[in-house]
Nanobody, 129 residues
Framework: QVQPVESGGGLVQAGGSLRLSCAVSGRAFSTYAMGWFRQAPGKEREFVAALSWSGVKTYYTDSVKGRFTISRDIAKNTGYLQMNSLKPEDTAIYYC??????????????????????WGQGTQVTVSS
């Protein structure tokens, strides 16, 4: 069973940084595409960042480009979301998601929540002004 578990959330002032981690249990972590999503109070869950299972391709929503970086450490079975220059509008619960890769999809990334197979429980990020 693949189970992502997020950590690293917290309270930070505007302009600060946080690094979220996503530990993924199970084997073959290197063949899973990853994504980060977030949900602010009263809003729908939205896409933030994606990483192909090859580890080569990344994609970000416009509002975080240049500030957030998605990455992974295969040896640790862990994915990351480095968040810099945080803004109050980044306040949300952040979710990690994993999608089982298939032959030929190594460089695909996924932006739709319905495309992912496994989800974590989320970690709260609060950015104060």
């Amino acid at each position: 069973q693949v189970q992502p578990v997020e950590s690293g959330g917290g309270l930070v002032q505007a302009g600060g940084s946080l690094r979220l981690s996503c530990a993924v249990s199970g084997r073959a972590f290197s063949t899973y595409a990853m994504g980060w999503f977030r949900q602010a109070p009263g809003k729908e869950r939205e896409f933030v960042a994606a990483l192909s299972w090859s580890g080569v391709k990344t994609y970000y929503t416009d509002s975080v480009k240049g500030r957030f970086t998605i990455s992974r450490d295969i040896a640790k079975n862990t994915g990351y979301l480095q968040m810099n220059s945080l803004k109050p509008e980044d306040t949300a619960i952040y979710y990690c998601a994993a999608k089982r890769g298939t032959n030929g999809s190594g460089n695909f990334y996924y932006t739709g929540s319905s495309e992912y197979d496994y989800w974590g429980q989320g970690t709260q990020v609060t950015v104060s002004s």
